[in-house]
């Protein structure tokens, strides 16, 4: 077991006090007024990209409004049969398949006894949050006493108002990020889902905070090329919302 530390603790069976599963986290992406997230992406040497999909075996069980899947047509039921012209044989293999460098994608699905195929154009992501998404898949595994299995972690889009407050919480006066008490700033805001993590990226530092209960800024450098670990993500989703994850154990 590759484990350690607090998040070990927290999730060991001493520390239960009932079945605190899932422990939900949604990420947010909130990009500063005065940055442009595409040249900051592309200053990276980790490059990632996204559909907008989540497929159960090969069932498209989610679509994201607004995102590739959705514009070119993706309907929750659907079922993935091949991608650019190659039968798929499970989800693992859809995985493979899709997180190919190329960004242009022929997915074939089966709808309702038809059979389409559909040209996706994939889009830039971040991908210290493409990390988070996948963090659960990529360490879980079948004796694992739902250690990890435990987190739940999706994608979420802030509103207007949670962007406006967000950018009032994160900086000072001077735009220098508020590191030591951005959750705090946020511990009103409204969130209709448990355990929102916020992800800011600066010009070297990152920001991430989980509204009331933790705030913590790394170097863009710690998070990226060959420190881009799944393990590392894991580390650093349970070290920020570490009292968050903690009530969950405590109040489930």
Known sequence: ???????????????LAGD??????????????????????AALQS???????????????KVDAGDPADVAGVHVGDIIS?????????????????????RSVSLTIQREGTTQTLSIQKKAA?????HM?????????PDDNAHTRCLEVTRGQLTPAQTALVAKAA???SKNFQCADAHTRLSQADFSYGGPLILIRGGGRLLLTVPEWGTK?????????????YQRVLDLINDVGAKYIADRHQNP
């Open 82 to 102: 091949a991608i650019n012209g190659q039968d798929v044989r499970d989800h693992a293999h859809a995985n493979q398949l899709l997180r190919q460098p190329d």
């Open 47 to 61: 490059q990632d990209d996204i559909m907008g999909v989540r497929y159960q075996g090969l069932k498209i069980i």
């Open 126 to 130: 971040d991908p210290l949050v493409m």
């Open 217 to 229: 800024c790394v170097s863009v450098s710690e998070y990226d090329g060959a420190k881009l670990t």
């Open 171 to 173: 900086f000072n006066a």
């Open 1 to 15: 077991m590759r484990f350690i530390g607090l998040f070990l603790l927290l999730l060991s069976p001493a520390a």
């Open 133 to 141: 998404l996948r963090v659960v898949q990529a360490l879980s595994t």
């Open 20 to 41: 605190p599963c899932p422990i939900p986290f949604t990420v947010y992406e909130h990009t500063p007024a005065w940055r442009e997230r595409a040249t900051d992406l």
